[in-house]
């Protein structure tokens, strides 16, 4: 055995609790080194009463390790533990300090949950658990009141580019609330709505006006009012990172430089300030000059913009933020960021972006999940580029996966493009086949998918700006296969909840492979999932221990022999298979 690569440490996302009542563990070996693991746990205070042996399952394995996992409802809600390592013969035991090969003969130098206070247990909203988000570009989505267009308006369906306008407005959206609620999205992320000089509104000038030529307060109002009558939440974007050139402060400090009243609102590194060598003597958004940095931990800034989170919230009844560049905002900010917001709508959606590991964020202080890229960067890799096999993408999830508790896990913003990225359509040069199952992938695993406007009728567009056109109205330009594709979609991860929450298991991830099977699995539903990568038609058998299976999707009944069900998927083909 090897107990180098043994690992474990208490809280984090290797002992947290899940609810009030209840405590997950985990712990990591060698891949494939250790047969069994068991976690020896109790109460301290009665440890000969209360001592017991908990089997631990494996819950996921990477490229290098197993990770071992197990549920444990104290009584009291206090939990003393250690764990009982086993690979054939061999056992040994691990506390706090050591490696034993007998088991300690008391608790004292046990791992410990000291208690599980209600008031420190990680909630994540519920209703994130069971959404279908919906991004909205307001800019490109629809032109709902050509009285409010900018200057300069182009007619609808020209060539985006960084700096030209095509009215798209929130009244475009009331226009067509109808064609969300076909599809049967339940969430919507809008990004910008709040008055600046950009198409993209990410120049913030004013954080307490929607920007004229989206609307106004009303407006918005109105817009949420409809979402929630229809059963959709409505998420904005919150741009607390930097401003823009036009926000009033720093109109102030580009005016009267080092005597400017605002100077520490930002981070000024050189007086007058400029632009030198392409580099602004100001500290911006990457090295753009338009986008000043804020100094989140100034008084008067924090007042300012948690009064903007609180009161978009109050005046609107929006469902959550957005944070747009989260993780180089000062954590402190974040934390009283969360009092607000939470102080508020309790169940409010915080969601950071963040493109890489995001746990110090993620402790349940500060946000309730970030937009998971790793799993877009996995997905990506293995269904479009080709550049991963079945094992390694199963690896690749395992890893993003088991960094975070459950609950964040259920919470987590699955996306496959967006605003940022180019079109998933574009990203599989067209093959739409291919296209549709890394999405039905998105749709069967664990967290919240969204669906970038416009995939679900075949728009295409490379990198920015050409993944924000304008959205297309005319239904006979619309690939309305595409449409009732995701529509049945949605459909089918709403009626079985063991796509939503259920437990992940994958059957087949092999090396050289481009086919993957797994279950999804809950108290009411254990649903199989093929799915063949490739070209060409294949044949993928797996052993199951049922023998009677429906495909959710026909009604056709499946049966397995002598214990393998074996399916033939056309060229990328999937099949979801329900046991009965």
């Known amino acids: 055995m090897l107990l180098e690569a043994v690992y474990h440490r208490p809280k984090l996302n290797w002992c947290y609790a899940y609810d009030g009542r209840t405590i997950h563990l985990r712990i990591r070996t060698k891949r494939n080194d250790v047969t069994a693991v068991s976690a020896m746990a109790g109460d301290k205070y009665i440890w000969d009463r209360s001592k017991t042996y908990v089997p631990m399952t494996k819950l996921a394995s990477d490229e290098l390790f197993d990770y071992w996992e197990c549920e444990i409802v104290p009584e009291y809600r206090r939990l003393k533990?250690?764990?009982?390592?086993?690979?054939?013969?061999?056992?040994y035991w691990m506390t706090e300090y050591d490696f034993l090969k007998q088991e300690p003969e008391n608790p004292d130098r046990l791992f410990e949950y000291p208690f599980i206070n209600p008031v420190d247990v990680f909630e994540t909203p519920d209703w994130v658990k069971d959404a279908v988000f919906y991004q909205i570009f307001p800019e490109r989505f629809a032109n709902g009141d050509p009285a409010n267009d900018p200057e300069g308006t182009l007619p609808?369906?020209?060539?985006?580019?960084?700096?030209?306008?095509?009215?798209?407005d929130l009244q475009g959206v009331i226009d067509h609330i109808d064609h969300l609620s076909e599809l049967g999205i339940n969430a919507v992320y809008f990004t910008p709505i709040f008055k600046a000089t950009t198409n993209h509104k990410y120049d913030t000038e004013d954080y307490m006006q929607i920007d004229p030529q989206f609307g106004d307060l009303d407006t918005l109002k109105k817009l949420v009012a409809?979402?929630?009558?229809?059963?959709?939440?409505?998420?904005?974007?919150?741009?607390?990172?930097?401003s823009g050139r036009t926000f009033a402060p720093f109109v102030d400090l580009q005016k009267n430089g080092e005597k400017s009243r605002y100077k520490d609102w930002f981070y000024i590194r050189k007086y007058p300030i400029a632009v030198e060598d392409g580099i602004p003597t100001y500290d911006t958004f990457a090295f753009e000059p338009l986008m000043p940095k804020l100094n989140t931990a100034h008084p008067e800034v924090k007042e300012y913009l948690l009064k903007a989170a609180a009161y978009w919230i109050k005046e609107a009844d929006i469902d959550g933020w957005r944070l747009d560049v989260a993780n180089e905002v000062d954590h402190e900010f974040w934390r009283e960021f969360r009092k607000v917001v939470k102080g508020i709508k309790p169940d409010a959606y915080i969601l950071g972006e963040i493109w890489h590991e995001s746990s110090p964020w993620l402790m349940g202080d500060q946000f309730d999940a970030v937009m998971n890229y790793p799993f877009t960067n996995a997905v990506l890799d293995?269904?479009?580029?080709?550049?991963?096999?079945a094992r390694s993408f199963a690896n690749a999830l395992a890893s993003q996966y088991v960094r975070y508790p459950r609950q964040v896990n259920e919470a987590a913003f699955n996306l496959l493009d967006s605003h940022d990225t180019a079109r998933l359509l574009t990203k599989c040069d067209g093959n739409k086949e291919q296209m549709k199952l890394a999405v039905q992938f998105q749709f069967t695993y664990t967290g919240t998918p969204c669906i970038y406007y416009g995939d679900e009728i075949g728009l295409t567009g490379g990198h920015d700006p050409g993944c924000r056109k304008c959205m297309e109205w005319d239904e006979t330009k619309q690939d309305r296969e595409l449409f009732s594709f995701y529509r049945e979609l949605i459909a089918l991860r709403k009626k079985y909840g063991a796509l939503r929450t259920g437990s992940l298991k994958f059957l087949s991830a092999k090396a050289g492979s481009t086919s993957l099977v797994y279950t999804r699995e809950d108290e009411n539903d254990k649903i199989i999932i093929?799915?063949?990568?490739a070209a060409k038609a294949k044949n993928i058998n797996v052993s199951v221990p049922e023998e009677r299976w429906q495909d959710i999707r026909t009604g056709d009944n499946v049966s397995a022999h002598s214990g393998v069900l074996s399916m033939k998927l056309p060229a990328y083909g999937c099949v979801m298979l329900r046991a009965l």
């Open 226 to 242: 409809i979402c929630h009558e229809r059963g959709i939440r409505v998420i904005l974007d919150a741009v607390f990172n930097h």
């Open 156 to 168: 609808w369906g020209g060539t985006p580019k960084p700096d030209n306008f095509f009215g798209g």
């Open 81 to 91: 533990y250690g764990f009982l390592l086993q690979k054939g013969a061999e056992k």
């Open 530 to 533: 093929f799915m063949n990568n």
């Open 382 to 389: 293995f269904f479009v580029d080709g550049t991963r096999d």
